[in-house]
Protein backbone atom coordinates (compact mmCIF):
# COMPACT_ATOMS: atom_id res chain seq x y z
CA UNK A 1 0.00 0.00 0.00
CA UNK A 2 1.56 2.94 -1.17
CA UNK A 3 1.70 6.06 1.34
CA UNK A 4 3.18 9.73 1.04
CA UNK A 5 4.02 11.24 4.67
CA UNK A 6 4.40 14.97 4.84
CA UNK A 7 6.43 16.98 7.23
CA UNK A 8 8.03 20.49 7.39
CA UNK A 9 4.93 22.57 8.03
CA UNK A 10 4.20 25.40 10.88
CA UNK A 11 3.82 28.68 11.12
CA UNK A 12 6.52 31.31 9.86
CA UNK A 13 6.85 35.45 9.34
CA UNK A 14 6.37 36.79 6.21
CA UNK A 15 9.69 37.10 4.76
CA UNK A 16 11.09 33.51 6.58
CA UNK A 17 11.59 30.13 4.74
CA UNK A 18 10.14 27.09 4.95
CA UNK A 19 11.07 23.43 4.20
CA UNK A 20 8.49 20.89 3.58
CA UNK A 21 9.31 17.32 3.16
CA UNK A 22 7.54 14.42 1.58
CA UNK A 23 8.01 10.44 1.64
CA UNK A 24 6.86 7.97 -0.53
CA UNK A 25 6.76 4.38 0.86
CA UNK A 26 5.28 0.55 0.05
CA UNK A 27 4.83 -1.29 -3.42
CA UNK A 28 6.56 1.45 -5.28
CA UNK A 29 8.16 0.67 -9.01
CA UNK A 30 8.61 3.50 -10.46
CA UNK A 31 7.96 7.34 -9.27
CA UNK A 32 6.80 9.24 -12.10
CA UNK A 33 5.97 13.12 -11.74
CA UNK A 34 6.11 13.65 -7.47
CA UNK A 35 4.52 17.31 -6.98
CA UNK A 36 3.05 20.13 -4.23
CA UNK A 37 -0.18 21.33 -4.60
CA UNK A 38 -1.88 23.63 -1.65
CA UNK A 39 -5.38 24.56 -1.00
CA UNK A 40 -6.54 28.01 1.25
CA UNK A 41 -9.13 28.60 2.89
CA UNK A 42 -12.06 28.86 0.66
CA UNK A 43 -10.28 28.30 -2.44
CA UNK A 44 -9.98 25.60 -4.71
CA UNK A 45 -6.76 23.20 -4.78
CA UNK A 46 -3.56 24.65 -7.18
CA UNK A 47 -0.73 23.29 -8.30
CA UNK A 48 2.72 24.52 -6.38
CA UNK A 49 5.52 22.91 -8.18
CA UNK A 50 6.14 19.45 -10.26
CA UNK A 51 9.05 17.45 -11.03
CA UNK A 52 8.88 14.50 -13.25
CA UNK A 53 11.54 11.92 -12.73
CA UNK A 54 13.91 13.33 -15.32
CA UNK A 55 14.39 15.97 -13.30
CA UNK A 56 12.70 19.04 -15.03
CA UNK A 57 10.57 21.31 -12.68
CA UNK A 58 7.38 23.42 -13.33
CA UNK A 59 6.15 26.22 -11.55
CA UNK A 60 3.45 28.68 -10.19
CA UNK A 61 3.49 31.82 -11.13
CA UNK A 62 2.76 32.76 -7.94
CA UNK A 63 6.05 31.27 -6.29
CA UNK A 64 8.70 31.42 -9.24
CA UNK A 65 11.82 32.81 -7.63
CA UNK A 66 10.57 31.61 -4.18
CA UNK A 67 9.78 28.23 -4.36
CA UNK A 68 12.14 25.39 -5.31
CA UNK A 69 11.09 22.02 -5.64
CA UNK A 70 13.69 18.86 -5.31
CA UNK A 71 13.72 15.51 -5.39
CA UNK A 72 15.47 12.36 -4.15
CA UNK A 73 14.95 9.34 -5.96
CA UNK A 74 16.99 7.22 -3.56
CA UNK A 75 15.24 8.20 -0.69
CA UNK A 76 11.82 8.46 -2.73
CA UNK A 77 11.31 11.82 -1.34
CA UNK A 78 10.53 15.14 -2.77
CA UNK A 79 10.83 18.37 -0.94
CA UNK A 80 9.75 21.87 -1.57
CA UNK A 81 12.11 25.12 -0.38
CA UNK A 82 9.78 28.04 0.55
CA UNK A 83 11.64 31.15 0.60
CA UNK A 84 10.60 34.81 1.27
CA UNK A 85 7.38 33.54 2.47
CA UNK A 86 4.03 35.71 1.92
CA UNK A 87 0.56 35.31 4.22
CA UNK A 88 -0.89 34.61 0.82
CA UNK A 89 0.95 31.64 0.70
CA UNK A 90 -0.70 30.12 3.68
CA UNK A 91 -2.87 26.83 2.82
CA UNK A 92 -2.79 23.23 3.47
CA UNK A 93 0.40 21.88 1.00
CA UNK A 94 -0.22 18.35 -0.14
CA UNK A 95 2.49 16.48 -2.03
CA UNK A 96 1.21 14.36 -4.50
CA UNK A 97 3.06 11.85 -6.79
CA UNK A 98 2.02 9.29 -9.89
CA UNK A 99 3.73 5.98 -9.06
CA UNK A 100 4.10 2.64 -11.38
CA UNK A 101 3.34 -0.35 -8.75
CA UNK A 102 3.05 -3.14 -11.50
CA UNK A 103 3.63 -3.46 -14.97
CA UNK A 104 0.95 -1.84 -15.97
CA UNK A 105 -0.59 -0.48 -13.08
CA UNK A 106 0.38 3.17 -12.05
CA UNK A 107 -1.78 5.51 -9.33
CA UNK A 108 -2.31 8.86 -8.33
CA UNK A 109 -1.01 9.26 -4.63
CA UNK A 110 -1.91 12.00 -1.88
CA UNK A 111 -0.38 12.88 1.10
CA UNK A 112 -2.64 14.19 4.02
CA UNK A 113 -1.67 17.42 3.91
CA UNK A 114 0.34 19.91 6.05
CA UNK A 115 -0.64 23.11 6.95
CA UNK A 116 1.74 26.35 5.84
CA UNK A 117 0.72 29.61 8.11
CA UNK A 118 2.37 33.22 7.62
CA UNK A 119 1.82 35.72 9.89
CA UNK A 120 3.15 38.24 11.66
Known amino acids: QVQLVESGGGLQQPGGSLKLSCAASGGIRVIHDMAWYRQAPGKEREMVAI???????NYADAVKGRFTISRDNAKNTVYLQMNTLKPEDTAVYYCYARIRTGILSFGDYWGQGTQVTVSS
Open 51 to 57: TTNDGST
